[in-house]
């Protein structure tokens, strides 16, 4: 392993919060630099890789990564669900968190170069494929067509607005949304996220596709990529679980025979269907 | 190979306890159970005793431990974050060879993947071990039918076996070595190691009045649960006799399922705790939100006898996580053992009926 990608693996590191920002009800992004500057230089992530989050007296939680690997700042885009989120939620700039990880293995880069891209995301599914989609137009010119399919229950719950309109601003990226129902003022499609993906002409011959959101959401819309003709292989997503120590050791994510926080979270969906428990 | 008279025992034990903490198996008066336990009477360690209830495996991976501690002053946002030395020289007397194999299951997988588990790995840095020949199998036992037992092979500093009268040392490490050197034990002559296979083969024909039926098909409910091929039936069945107390895991020498948590929340020092888990609890997997990927009994269980048996977990242990020491059987307040599910396997696999 590369000796700057070396995780912090037990005991966290302590890290400031620097700026936070509302992004839709109940989800929050977390700005944070780590506060011993050589462990700010050293921290590297790959796309699609965690973290183990602590806010301190409330515990700790495992926490996708949006931010891409390159030119980005570090932060967290956190729902308030449970009482650690709510804990975070409480915070302000200039409090402290502890930082573990990162941890898992990320999305591919190197082995899908060449190749047309979709990604599928459902609501706060953007959050875990932010980081590949900047991470992809960063390196715009090494891949086919790049199309981004979101969809999520209303506008006001769609992620990343001004991300999205800064990734709009660049060349050959292909963007498609929809709402669950209309609403006054949407002039985009409107209903579930996988009747949209089966109307759009879509590549299928060298295309991978990164699909992530509810598990109703992630079913629905493999069945219309595979219909398309996409392989299995090259359906690519991310898994959330119940996690408590990210290295391998706890047992919680657990699924099949492998666990989420080291042979994932990201799988092929012939992965996925060979593991023999539900998403 | 060496003698250790009887009495010698006792100067042995008193030597380790200058620079050891000891650990072994006594008698407990109040509970009329046989437990390995730390032992602050030295003349308590009972090395005749049966199986201990409990595998020492808490003694590297506690039932409940404080593996850091912080202060955080919200005011001043300040944050203090100080780690726990676990660092203490541990010497575990009497393992039985199940119990060794199953600490060294646990070697392997907290030190041995992808990332070392430092909590554990700090308990086990100063370990002395001294194993017990099991000369005769206690009636849980199934050790034969797992490999690891009823001698064992190797993972010890010192080898006990008894021979009716005094027991025959052997060493497994250098400084077992050194210690048979300073207590001045006698080589034994070339007739010991015929008498240890003796004993050993002795032991391990005794087996064939009870662990016949059933545990002989533990390989091939190894290959079902590896391959998948056991209909989700079986494992209704058995899920329905789950009483998802914990109970198999707290007591098998192989599972380390933990949970951490925060305690002392509205305290200046909060402690963060690991502490045992089960797959068998219905929490176990439920995520923020409550959305639980694993709720049926019967999910939650197939994990566990996949874990004890399947080929890819047995991987990670380099053997079957099963040690075959029975005490899931012994405990189980349903009927669903290690040695009870093999056989409900098997009568899938032959068709044949319940009773």
């Known amino acids: 392993m590369d000796k700057n990608l070396m995780p912090i693996v037990s005991i966290p590191e302590i890290a400031t919060i620097v700026d936070i920002r509302d992004e839709i009800e109940d989800v929050r992004s977390f700005y944070f630099t780590l506060d011993r500057p050589e462990i700010e230089q050293a921290f590297q992530i790959r796309s699609g890789q965690f973290i183990m989050c602590t806010v301190f007296r409330a515990g700790e939680f495992a926490v996708s990564l949006p931010f891409s690997p390159e030119n980005d700042r570090k932060h967290i885009s956190v729902r308030k669900v449970g009482k650690v989120t709510a804990a975070l939620h409480q915070l302000e700039p200039g409090d402290k968190i502890g930082i573990r990880g990162p941890f898992g293995n990320g999305f591919p880069f190197e082995e899908i170069k060449g190749s047309n891209i979709i990604y599928v995301a459902g609501g706060i599914g953007l959050i875990p494929l932010r980081s590949s989609i900047i991470h992809v137009l960063q390196h715009r010119q090494d891949f086919g067509r790049v199309i981004l399919v979101y969809g999520a229950k209303s506008s006001k719950e769609l992620m990343y607005k001004d991300s999205i309109k800064e990734w709009q601003a660049t060349e050959n990226f292909e963007t498609h949304f929809t709402i669950d129902r209309p609403e006054p003022g949407w002039s985009g499609e409107v209903g579930f996220v996988n009747h949209l993906a089966a109307k759009l002409d879509l590549p299928v011959s060298d295309t991978v596709a990164f699909v992530c959101g509810p598990p109703v959401m992630f079913n629905a819309v493999i069945k219309e990529l595979k219909l398309k003709g996409i392989k299995e292989q090259d359906i690519y997503s991310t898994l959330e679980r119940h996690m408590k120590c990210g290295i391998g050791k706890c047992q919680h994510c657990a699924i099949g025979r492998t666990l989420v926080c080291v042979d994932g979270p990201v799988y092929t969906y012939k992965q996925i269907r060979t593991l023999g428990e539900q998403i | ?355």
């Open chain 2, 1 to 355: 190979m060496y003698w250790l008279k009887k009495e010698q025992l006792e100067l042995l034990v008193k030597k380790l306890a200058e620079e050891y903490k000891i650990f072994g198996p006594r008698h407990d008066r109040v509970s009329d159970e046989v437990i390995f336990d730390h032992l602050t009477d030295l003349s308590e360690l009972d090395l005749q005793a049966a199986i201990p209830y409990n595998p020492p495996k808490f003694i590297l991976f506690p039932h409940f431990e404080e593996i850091l501690k912080y202060r955080y002053e919200p005011e001043t946002k300040e944050v203090r974050i100080e780690q726990i030395n676990l660092l203490e020289p541990k010497a575990l007397i009497g393992l039985r060879s199940c119990d060794l194999t199953g600490l060294l299951c646990l070697d392997r997988f907290f030190l041995g993947q992808e990332y070392v588990d430092e909590f554990y790995l700090a308990h086990r840095k100063k370990l002395f071990i001294i194993s017990n020949t099991c000369i005769r199998p206690f009636p849980q036992c199934f050790c034969v039918c797992t490999d690891s037992g009823p001698a064992a092979k190797d993972g010890f500093d010192l080898d006990l076996t008894f021979t009716g009268r005094d027991y025959l040392v052997e060493a497994g490490s250098k400084k077992g070595q050194v210690l048979i050197d300073e207590l001045g034990l006698a080589e034994a002559g070339p007739e010991a190691s015929a008498l240890k296979k003796k004993i050993i083969d002795n032991s391990v024909s005794s087996f064939d009045s009870f662990a016949l039926e059933n545990k002989a098909w533990i390989s091939r409910a190894t290959n079902r649960l590896t391959t998948g091929f056991i209909k989700p039936e079986v494992w209704e069945y058995i899920g329905n006799q789950c009483f998802e107390c914990g109970a198999c895991s707290f007591v098998c020498p192989t599972c380390s399922c933990f949970n951490i948590e925060d305690a002392n929340l509205e305290s200046s020092e909060t402690d963060r705790l690991r502490t045992w888990d089960s797959c068998s609890f219905e929490g176990y997997t439920k995520m923020a939100g409550d959305n639980n990927p694993r709720k049926p009994v019967e999910d939650r269980r197939n994990k566990r006898f996949f874990c004890k048996l399947s080929y890819s977990q047995s991987k990670k242990y380099l053997r079957p996580g099963c040690v075959g020491c029975g005490r899931c059987a012994r405990v189980c307040p349903g009927d669903i053992g290690l040695p009870n599910v093999v056989t409900y396997i098997r009568r899938e696999i032959t068709g044949e009926s319940g009773e």
